[in-house]
C-alpha cells in the first residue's frame, strides 16, 4: 500500500471518528485530504474501495438514512470500533509505547491533526481537541536525519549522505543499504551494510551532516534474517573522545548549563564564559542552539559552526 493512501484511509478513518454527526459523501470529500483533487466520477471510485477496504479489516462503517436527506451519511461509532479490555505484560506494553512513539515520525499523525483542523473549519463538530497532542506521540530525537532514515528503512532502500567520524572533524560520504534505526543510551543510530567499506556499520545520526538521499529502487535492501542491531551499535565508531567547550553565558540566564559545566568565569561586561566538557558538536549544538541569544560557543571551531548551521536552518 501506498504512503498516499495508507494516509488516506488514516485521515477518513479519524474523520468518521471524530465527527458528532454522520457525514455525506460531498463533505468527506471536502474534509479529508486526498479527495479533493478528483473528480466526481473519480471520488465516487475511490470513496468506494476506501470503505470495502476499511470493513474488510474491520473497521465498522455506519451508513445512517436521514429522511430529510438526499444523500446518506457516513461515521464510525466509538463503542464499535474501540476493542475489548487488553491486559498486557510490562514488556509488551513496552514494546507498543515504543512502537506508537516511533510511528509518529511516519508523519501520519501530523495529517491526522490536518484532518481534524479541516473538519473543524468546515463547520463539523467533532468529538477530538484540535491541538492537545492525543494523536502526536512524539520521538525525543533532533536528529534531522531521523524521518528521511525511518522512511528508507521502511521502504528497504538505499540512502547517502556526509558522515563525520568519531573524533574527527572530516566528513566523507556513505553510501548505506539501512537495516534499522536504533536508540541506545538516548542516541539514535542507523544500523546497516556500509557499501563503501564493504562491512556491517553503525552511524550516530548526529554525526551526519546535510540531507540523506534516497538511491536506488523501492525493496532493494536486504535484511539478514540473525542481524541484531542492537549489538551493532556498541561498535568502536560509536565512541568520541571528551573535548572542552568554551561558552560566553549571558549573566542571570541558563542555571542548568551552568550547572553542568566544569567552571564558570564571571564576566564584567554582563556575560560568564563556562567551561563545559562534550564528546559530540552536533549534540552540543543543538542544545546550544535551543538556549537562543542567551549563549555564544566560542570554541571549539566545529562546535561554533555546528550551533551557526542550526540557527541559520531555523532562519530558513
Known sequence: MSRRKTERLLN????????????????????????????????????????????????PIDVVRD?????????????????????????????????AQVWQRASLAEAASGALLKLRAGGVATDQPVGTGALELRVDTRDPAFPALWDAVRDRRVVRFDYRGAGSETVRGRTVEPWGVVSRSGRWYLAGFDRD?????????????????AVGKVGAVQVPEDVDLRAMVGFPDDRADERVAVIRVRQGACEGLRQLSRTVHQGTDGWDEAELIFSDPERLAGWMASLGADVEVVEPPDAREAVIRRLKGALA
Request: with cysteine; charged share 35%.
Open 12 to 59: 477518513l478513518v479519524i474523520c468518521l471518528l471524530a465527527t458528532r454527526r454522520p457525514l455525506s459523501a460531498e463533505q468527506i470529500r471536502q474534509v479529508v485530504p486526498g479527495y479533493d483533487r478528483d473528480g466526481d466520477e473519480a471520488f465516487q471510485r475511490m470513496f468506494e474501495r476506501d470503505k470495502n477496504e476499511l470493513r474488510e479489516i474491520g473497521i
Open 67 to 99: 429522511p430529510w436527506e438526499d444523500e446518506p451519511g457516513y461515521r464510525i461509532e466509538r463503542q464499535n470500533y474501540e476493542l475489548p479490555e487488553i491486559t498486557l505484560e510490562p514488556d509488551e506494553a513496552a514494546v507498543l509505547g515504543l512502537a
Open 197 to 213: 567499506r564493504q562491512a556491517p556499520r553503525a552511524f550516530r545520526l548526529s554525526r551526519i551532516t546535510g540531507p540523506v538521499a
